[in-house]
């Protein structure tokens, strides 16, 4: 069981700067690789960012080169610094961790933050 929790959501104006953090608490051994998602008003949610374990990342062609994701092993954080934001970075933002065990994934969720960039 995982447990995530996030800050760091608000209003800026476009080109400017956000960093959302999310800190997990349980069974944080078990975590394969932890993400951003978000969903903006009548859009399907979207991966945004993924860090694995190893520390690999993925980040979503809307967002590369603006959007770098990081982790804090010593916290338990990871951090989305969202750079360069525009209108349509406006969503949701909703932390993911996904654990293996005995070959069996699962995903948690965060309670989400909200990034408002006003056209």
């Known amino acids: 069981q995982v447990q995530l929790v996030e800050s760091g959501g608000g209003l800026v104006q476009d080109g400017g700067s956000l960093r959302l953090s999310c800190v997990a608490s349980g069974s944080i051994f078990d975590i394969n690789s932890m993400g951003w998602f978000r969903q903006a008003p009548g859009k399907q949610r979207e991966l945004v960012a993924r860090?694995?374990?190893?520390?690999?990342?993925t980040v979503a062609v809307s967002v590369k080169g603006r959007f770098t994701i990081s982790r804090d092993n010593a916290k338990n954080t990871v951090h989305l610094q969202m750079n360069s934001l525009k209108p349509e970075d406006t969503a949701d933002y909703y932390c993911?961790?996904?654990?293996?065990?005995?070959?069996?994934?699962?995903?948690?969720w965060g309670q989400g933050t909200q990034v408002t960039v006003p056209s």
């Open positions: 993911n961790a996904e654990t293996v065990a005995y070959n069996n994934y699962e995903n948690y």
């Open positions: 860090i694995t374990s190893g520390g690999m990342t």
